[in-house]
């Protein structure tokens, strides 16, 4: 760490000051009313360009009240922000900012400061996610972008991104330049409002070290492409089938079409008639009333299998030959000849 | 003596609190975090890593940052 530091001095004078004059709550609750008023205006010209029948004015206006609802949106989470700060006003002095960047020197592997350009960036050492490889990042900071929503970006130094999404997704919280903060959002405009640098280094760092399975842009275990729970090789977005059943991926090769409805199953779901061993899946399967046997619709008739049904029929004709010479004998014993 | 407290957990904190004279590190953790583990938690006293039985010197900056914070899909 250099025992003084010209160029951070000179970046934490910059910085304060321009914190010390950003706009109060009150400012931000000023932003909001007008950008109402535009919501407003916009839905009166829709109004307006319903009732007339104008449909491509319609269209416009709807496009940009859309645009304009986003905006308001923006606008009241950035009042709701200041008026939840503890202390909006808060702002670390020049010293404290200043001992915030030579920390980062004993913090980070690679700390560059360029108050040309209004810079302070950092490396991280490589990121590993359970045993995915993702490499060092650098966090970029903009400081004269405060005010902007992302002021910063994260670029992957050693991109390994994911293979079925492009090369856009390089971490599973980060696509392209832009870590989607969740957990860390109020932390990091928190810190760079009141101008707790080295908090905001560190809170990115720490979302780039942890990983969130239930909100990835690709979870890790999809990372090199999705798998075929079947067979375990590599499924792309095309030719994939997701099993009926359980949900589960499955190939082109795996897929089982089931025979009596069409649907799509897995070989761990699909199930096998047992008398004509057609691929059915449980919904259309039949149990067989008399040998309990599971038949698809092909081969299940009046609550029985084919086989059984057959042998009812059989068993049937034999009876009635049965009984029809039954019923004949006594009549015929019973017209034989009888000697007088 | 006052010092200045940064809790990064949560939604998050930043304020001059006092203290009494003799206040270490892992006690102001635990009066403030209740039950939450240490462990979890990098705990820094001006921006460097501390001994639990630390003792707080008036003007230190005390912060305390979650190892883990969860990210997202969307922003």
């Known amino acids: 760490m250099p025992n ?136 970029v900071l903009h400081w004269d972008q405060f005010d902007e929503r992302m002021p910063y970006e994260v670029v992957a130094l050693d991109p390994q991104p994911a293979s079925r999404v492009g090369d856009d997704v390089v971490h599973p919280h980060v696509q392209g330049e832009d870590l989607c903060e969740g957990e860390a959002k109020a932390l990091l405009r928190s810190a760079l409002r009141q101008g707790r640098l080295f908090d905001f280094f560190v809170i990115v760092r720490q979302t780039l070290q942890t990983y969130n399975p239930s909100s990835a842009y690709v979870a890790i275990d999809e990372w090199d492409g999705r798998r075929c729970a079947d067979c375990d090789t590599h499924v792309g977005d095309e030719g994939d089938y997701s099993c009926e059943q359980c949900r589960c991926l499955v190939c082109d090769d795996c897929e089982i079409t089931c025979e009596g409805c069409g649907g799509c199953f897995c070989g761990e779901c699909m199930n096998r008639c047992e008398k004509c061993n057609q691929a059915s899946c449980d919904q259309c399967l039949k149990t067989c009333g008399r040998c309990s046997a599971s038949c698809c619709r092909e081969c299940h008739e009046n609550e029985v299998c084919k086989s059984c049904e057959e042998t009812d029929s059989t068993a049937t004709e034999a009876q009635l030959g049965d009984d029809a010479e039954a019923e004949v004998h006594p009549h015929v014993v019973g017209e034989a000849g009888v000697p007088a | 003596m006052k010092i200045l407290l940064i809790n990064n957990d949560g939604g998050g904190f930043a304020d001059y609190i006092d203290v009494p004279e003799g206040t270490t590190a892992n006690k102001l953790f635990a009066q403030r975090m209740k039950s939450a583990n240490p462990h979890h938690y990098l705990i820094r006293v001006n921006r460097l890593p501390v001994a639990a039985d630390q003792v707080l010197q008036d003007g230190d900056r005390m912060s305390i940052t979650p190892t883990k914070i969860e990210g997202a899909d969307r922003r």
């Not at chain 1, 004015?57 to 609802?69: K, Q």
């Not at chain 1, 606008?75 to 006003?89: E, I, K, M």
């Open chain 1, 4 to 139: 003084y530091n010209k160029m951070a001095m000179r970046a934490a004078m910059r910085i304060h000051r321009r914190l010390a004059h950003a706009e109060p709550p009150s400012a931000s609750v000023g932003v909001l009313h007008a950008t109402w008023t535009l919501v407003a205006d916009n839905a009166r010209k829709l109004r307006k360009a319903e009732a007339r029948g104008w449909c491509a004015a319609s269209r416009r206006v709807r496009a940009d009240l859309t645009a304009t609802l986003d905006q308001l949106r923006d606008a009241a989470l950035d009042v709701q922000r200041s008026l939840r700060s503890p202390d909006p006003g808060f702002v670390m002095s020049p010293q404290q900012i200043y001992h915030d960047l030579v920390a980062l020197y004993d913090e980070f592997e690679e700390v560059e400061i360029v108050a040309k350009s209004r810079i302070i960036s950092v490396k991280t050492e490589a990121i590993q996610l359970q045993d995915l490889y993702l490499g060092p990042f650098k966090i």
